[in-house]
């Protein structure tokens, strides 16, 4: 059962007006005081540099012998956009999120001989398929330069390819096999496997892995991480996809929490509310953790289609043209249920893409901060773009205006801020991985430039990117060391340096 223990911190020296906000402590909830991180083991005391950084200022990276990782090809890209950074408060910002993966959550070795990489969310000893992916993606147009680099992502594949072998149906993993879940899973009614952290199911959790694996290949060349332990990974995806089509059965997978909050457990005794099979993926649990209302969650299904795809076009690069066949054809069979029951009329915004359905005609219309979601659609390649590879999609035009309108029941605006929420965190509280994703998908000068102020006056002074704000007062925030945010947020800095580098030239005081 997850902990019900709940914290709240006040005057927090250097932060004497920060609030951190009461949660639980779960997926999504941070460490809480330096007696939290000690007491909770979360971080191990073998990791003492990560112990150190939750314990000193949070406006600075840890001092150089303390990093976990130094890539020379990031360091130099820090330096070279920072000096095209008129606003200070906005490069400080910068310069800590860029490298916080690197610095902070990366536990590179060897195993079997071949490189082999750990990445832990921040305030979590644990990898998720996930949030380890998204963490690194960034650092692939470094790869080509660096070869440390590049042998780091490396061991993040082997990896990846060992957890889905564990369980394709996990969403975290433990550093060792013998590790016990974490400390709010270990009751979980569910088929528990070693090394396994947390067993909710999620079709991005195997749709990331697949990203950042053809994103190395492409930036770098080299095949040498599609070994066979990942060609067997694969094809345990592609079946683990095909059992959750529910063609024929509702497959092996259910999972049932004791837990306050609803959106832990799963209905109908694990399974999920009832559908109507059509050929798209049923996902059981969004990506923010939160189980699903309705299973046919459309943007997890628009988000595979394209990884299908990519895994497709490296499979034939590694001669294993049977597992592209197969990868092909099923992307294909769900990009057409999709478009068939995935599409709703909404009565202002015409026709855009639901969040999800059920196969019976019931739709779920909202949109959530975590990714994939209807906002991230553009931003993970899952909807259209024109012969030059420039976005061109209407539908997803409209879908956008809705997710960014009050008529997303999870878009908050507040005095401080406005943008993307959900029911993970409650009601008020702004997502700045929204912000920057609303950023990073638009063509918009004014809107991007909205978006860097927004996102350079609600870090509390910490100069991080959190997990949530409180609308009407950044200094009430969950989450201050939450690496996926630090990294996402360096990223768009670097889109907007390479795309329109006019935009960091203004003061966004």
Known sequence: MVS??????????????????????????????VAAVALTAVVRPAQDALAQYTKRDLTERPPLA????????????????????????????????????LDTTVFPGMRNGKPDTFVITG????????????????????????????????????????????????????????DAPLSWAVHDDTDHKPGVGERKWEVDSLCYPIRLAHGYWKATGNTEAFDSAWVHAMQLVLATFRQQQRLHDQGPYHFQRSAK???DSVTLDGYGAPT?????????????????????????????????RMLAELANAVHQNS???????????????????????????????????????????MDDANAPGLLSLAYLAAVGRNEKGVLDDALYARTRAFALSPDNPYFFKGSAAEGIGGPHVGIGF???????????TSTDDAEITTCLRTLRNTTAGTHFMHETFQMDDPSKFTRPWFAWANTLFGELV???????????KQNFG
Not at 8 to 30: A, G, K, Q, V, W
Not at 143 to 171: S, T, V
Not at 344 to 363: C, M, S
Not at 430 to 440: F, G, H, Q, S
Request: aromatic share 8%; charged share 20%.
């Open 4 to 33: 019900r223990a709940r914290f709240c911190i006040l005057n927090l020296s250097p932060f004497h007006s920060m609030t951190f906000i009461s949660t639980p402590l779960n997926r999504r909830s941070l460490l809480g005081s």
């Open 66 to 101: 303390e990093r976990l990782f130094h890539s020379p090809a990031v360091e130099e890209a820090i330096a070279s956009v920072s000096r095209d950074i008129a606003d200070t408060e906005l490069r400080t910002i910068f310069a800590n999120c860029l490298p916080n993966t």
């Open 123 to 178: 305030d979590i000893d644990a990898l998720w398929l996930r949030d380890s992916s998204a963490q690194m993606q960034p650092y692939l147009q470094f790869a080509k330069q660096d070869a440390k680099l590049a042998r780091l992502i490396e061991g993040l594949i082997h990896r990846h390819a060992q957890c889905i072998l564990i369980d394709p149906y996990a969403n975290a993993f433990r550093r060792n096999p013998d």
């Open 261 to 263: 909050n609803p959106t």
């Open 276 to 308: 109507r099979p059509n050929g798209m993926l049923h996902s059981i649990f969004r990506p923010s953790d939160d189980a699903c209302t309705y299973p046919l969650f459309v943007p997890a299904n628009l988000f595979a289609v394209n990884a299908l």
């Open 323 to 365: 597992l592209a066949t197969e990868a092909t054809h099923l992307s294909q069979q769900v990009l057409d249920a999709t478009v068939q029951h995935g599409r709703v009329q909404h009565p202002v915004h015409g026709e855009i893409w639901a969040y999800e359905v059920d196969g019976f005609g019931n739709t779920n219309l």
């Open 430 to 440: 702004i997502w700045p991985m929204a912000i920057t994703m609303r950023a990073l």
């Open 494 to 504: 670097l889109q907007v340096h390479r795309e329109r580098p006019h935009l960091l």
